[in-house]
């Protein structure tokens, strides 16, 4: 059973709640049902779980007064088997958004305060010209993501203290043993393969079988792309799923990585394509990293909406937009060119993702100046570079130097730790998992 950390920021909300409920987000296939789950059963003597886009009628419980006593009476009445007592029993309302009046309910579950109430569910088929929204002052949010590296070593075995001296290191700023740290970019090389969907690491965690991997990532991609198909309206269907469907073209076979609305189709423009990115962006199945005009605090005032690149949401779902054979070359570190530089560049953007970094970079089309990213820690503007090797970065160097708000910068490379005197930190790829 995978490990994840949002276990224990549900504890958190548990202990501290204040009269509220727990509104967990996140895209599909992530593993908020799993979680949820297994905190229940963990923590409580009784758990109910409402699943409204399985059991539809079960929205017949909040289609009366929306008081406690009546909710709860309504679920007895539905589940006489169920206790449902104050404090020993949670309730879990599943794909909530397919129940307004059920959103509406949480309010009065945390006015009323005996029950702990967890609510969870997708974007997808959302009507975003109506509004939708949670009770404002009565929910706390969480946002789930699939596993990051630190969650998959925790999979495969690794543990905690092992991870612990990695950090140290990190802190220190001092090289890892030769031996550790060819080993630990071995173990990222195969968490760039899966991904981080629960269900293709738990394959691998089986099997270690590149096939099975295989298998799970493609089935994955379909239930997106059946989404994308079910959900989108008649006009973006086709568009939503052409866009998506390119981020591999995007940024695995081009060297600019921005996102260009032309290898969709000949000929494409933002006027046709706009829309469907703006789409798969609230319906969680795609993050951006917009460009920015100047490198200062706040760079959301600097962003160019029409000027982005566009990511999937894990890595799964972008590595199995191509060959197997891709996740031959990853495993045995034989990926060259553009491959190799998008990718490694993917694997850095999914991380700060799952951070929940906002994520810009920066290209001077008249200096010919770039930043593969930049983000913002502490107040602070914080470059971001990601090499295939230990390379001198010619951009990253000249922009630090005349931009002295610029403190201290990361690069990520296939090598060791190092420190600069220009202020550039560099970090094994994998190390990203403790920025």
């Not at 495969?156 to 090289?175: N, P, T, V, W």
């Not at 989108?232 to 600019?256: F, M, P, R």
């Not at 990115?277 to 951006?288: K, S, T, Y």
């Not at 917009?290 to 959301?300: H, N, P």
């Amino acid at each position: 059973m995978l490990k994840r950390k949002i276990y224990n920021q549900i504890e958190q909300w548990r202990k501290n709640k204040n009269n509220k409920c727990l509104v967990i987000q996140g895209a599909r296939q992530v593993g908020k049902t799993y979680v949820i789950e297994k905190y229940a059963n963990d923590n409580y003597d009784e758990y109910l779980m409402i699943n409204f886009k399985q059991t539809p009628s079960a929205s017949e419980i909040f289609s009366g007064d929306l008081t406690v006593e009546n909710m709860v009476m309504a679920m007895r009445f539905r589940f006489p088997e169920m206790q449902i007592t104050p404090k020993k029993t949670l309730i879990f309302l599943d794909e909530i958004q397919e129940c307004p009046e059920a959103i509406t309910s949480l309010k009065f579950w945390a006015i009323d305060n005996q029950y702990d109430v967890i609510a969870s569910g997708s974007l997808l088929g959302i009507d975003y010209n109506r509004a939708s929204s949670y009770p404002v002052g009565y929910v706390d949010y969480l946002k789930m993501h699939a596993l990051d590296f630190e969650e998959f070593l925790w999979g495969i075995g690794i543990k905690e203290d092992m991870i612990a001296s990695l950090r140290s290191c990190f802190e220190k700023r001092a090289k890892v043993p030769d031996s550790i740290n060819n080993q630990m970019l071995q173990y990222y090389r195969h968490y760039i393969a899966t991904g981080g969907m629960p269900e293709v690491v738990q394959r691998y965690v089986d099997t270690k079988d590149y096939r099975e991997v295989d298998t799970v990532q493609r089935s994955l991609l379909q239930g997106y792309q059946y989404d994308i198909a079910h959900y989108a309206n008649a006009e973006e269907k086709v568009k939503a799923e052409k866009c998506y469907l390119t981020l591999s073209k995007q940024l695995l076979d081009k060297e600019n990585h921005k996102f260009q609305y032309k290898e969709i189709e000949q000929g494409a423009r933002a006027q046709k394509y706009y829309s469907s990115i703006e789409w798969l962006l609230r319906a969680d199945i795609i993050h951006l990293c917009k460009s920015v005009t100047k490198l200062e605090y706040d760079l959301e005032d600097y962003s160019r909406d029409n000027f982005f690149r566009a990511y999937t949401t894990d890595l799964s779902l972008l590595i199995s937009m191509k060959d197997y054979s891709l996740k031959q070359h990853i495993v045995e570190n034989t990926l060259s060119g553009n491959t190799k530089g998008g990718l490694y560049e993917c694997a850095i953007a999914d991380a700060l993702y799952k951070k929940d970094y906002n994520l810009y970079f920066y290209k001077n089309e008249t200096t010919k100046k770039e930043l593969d990213f930049i983000v913002q820690i502490d107040g602070e503007v914080v470059p971001i570079e990601v090499k295939s090797s230990n390379t001198r970065s010619n951009s990253l160097n000249s922009i630090i130097k005349k931009n002295t708000n610029i403190h201290y910068a990361y690069k990520f490379i296939n090598g060791n730790v190092g420190v600069g005197e220009d202020g550039i930190v560099t970090l094994p790829l994998y190390m990203v998992m403790f920025l």
